[in-house]
């Protein structure tokens, strides 16, 4: 399986997590999709340790594709990880969840927000890209329409408001840390967890 979306945003995405983690991490990325995003970074970054997951057996087959492709000794076999079920043990220097907010329900959302905590290093950091609505508005018409796109495919899907998504994220010890803008309307959301 290849994604365009991954290999447009893969190179950004990586230079937003190698200015975050020290050069030995591990990472637990969650909806790892077609195990684009993993492939490159564990190449770019032999110090770090890159756990795939996906619930769909479809993703985790190209992650593994990917993964064989590669070679990588750094990049684990996917785990069946549904964000709502029981997750791997940490401590994870960093959860990775990239176009996952929008294209799940809200309780998907608190779930990888309640794991994240339970599961992160103190100080490590819960990484969302995707795009988001700034202050109750859309901040671009072709976000608005995929947000229109996303409802018609299932009703509890959507672009979020940044504002609700980090209201959801503090009471599990996570502060704000950086919103960085990225290709195609997206951003790189960065959560950090305290104590």
């Known amino acids: 399986m290849m994604s365009p979306a991954a290999a447009r ?9 190698s200015a975050l983690l020290p050069g030995s991490a591990r990472i ?11 492939v ?3 190449a770019a970054k032999p110090g770090w340790v890159w756990q795939p997951s996906d ?4 993703a985790r087959d190209s992650i593994s594709a990917w993964r064989e492709h590669a070679g990588l ?16 043990i940490g401590p994870f220097d960093a959860v990775v969840a990239i ?24 100080g490590g950091v819960l990484y969302l890209y995707g795009p988001y609505r700034r202050e109750g508005r859309h ?28 209201a ?3 009471p599990h010890g996570f502060m704000l840390e950086q919103t960085i803008e990225m290709p195609a309307n997206n951003l790189s959301v960065v959560l950090r967890l305290h104590a």
């Open 168 to 170: 959801e994220a503090q």
């Open 99 to 122: 176009n996952l907010v929008h294209i799940s329900p809200w309780d998907v959302t608190e779930a990888l927000m309640a794991r994240s905590a339970e599961r992160l290093r103190q």
């Open 139 to 166: 901040t671009s018409p072709s976000n608005a329409a995929f947000d229109a796109d996303l409802k018609a495919r299932d009703p509890r899907w959507g672009v979020r408001d940044l504002e609700s998504v980090v």
């Open 28 to 38: 637990l990325e969650v909806a790892s999709g077609s195990g684009e995003h993993g």
């Open 55 to 58: 619930p769909n057996p479809h």
């Open 73 to 88: 000794g750094n990049l684990l076999e996917p785990l069946p990880l549904d964000v709502a079920g029981i997750w791997p």
């Open 40 to 42: 490159h970074c564990a």
């Open 9 to 17: 945003n893969r190179q950004p995405i990586l230079d937003v997590l």
